[in-house]
C-alpha cells in the first residue's frame, strides 16, 4: 500500500456565524498550517483530529490502494485530493498525497 502524506494548508475562521450559531467554547482545534502527519496502510495516524479524518479517510484510504484521479481529473497531481474537515466555523483544509518516502 502506498504512504499518504497529510498537510495541512490553510484554516478558515467566520466569526459572523460563530457569533449567530455556536455556543461558547473554550478549545477548538490544535491543527497548525503546515503540521504533517503520514498514513500508513490507510490508517488514521497518531495525533490527526478525529473528526477531520472522518473527513478525509475515504480518500485517505483510496490512495493508499493505489486508486486516484479523483472526480475525472479534479487535481493536477491525480495521486492528490483538498480535502476539508468538516468544522463549519473554523474549516482546515488538508492535501493529501502519496509519497514514497516517511516524512
Not at 460563530?18 to 490507510?42: A, F
Not at 493536477?76 to 509519497?99: H, Q, T, W
Request: net charge negative.
Amino acid at each position: 500500500m502506498n504512504k499518504v502524506r497529510i498537510t495541512a494548508i490553510r484554516q478558515t475562521v467566520y466569526p459572523d456565524l460563530m457569533e449567530r450559531y455556536e455556543n461558547p467554547i473554550e478549545h477548538t482545534c490544535d491543527v497548525r498550517v503546515g503540521q504533517q502527519w503520514l498514513s500508513i496502510d490507510g490508517q488514521r495516524p497518531d495525533g490527526l483530529c478525529s473528526s477531520a479524518w472522518s473527513s478525509m479517510r475515504e480518500f485517505v484510504e483510496s490512495l493508499a490502494k493505489g486508486e486516484g484521479n479523483f472526480f475525472d481529473g479534479w487535481m493536477k497531481n491525480p495521486m492528490s485530493a483538498m480535502i476539508s474537515c468538516n468544522d463549519g466555523f473554523r474549516p482546515f483544509s488538508f492535501y493529501l498525497e502519496v509519497v514514497e518516502q516517511e516524512i
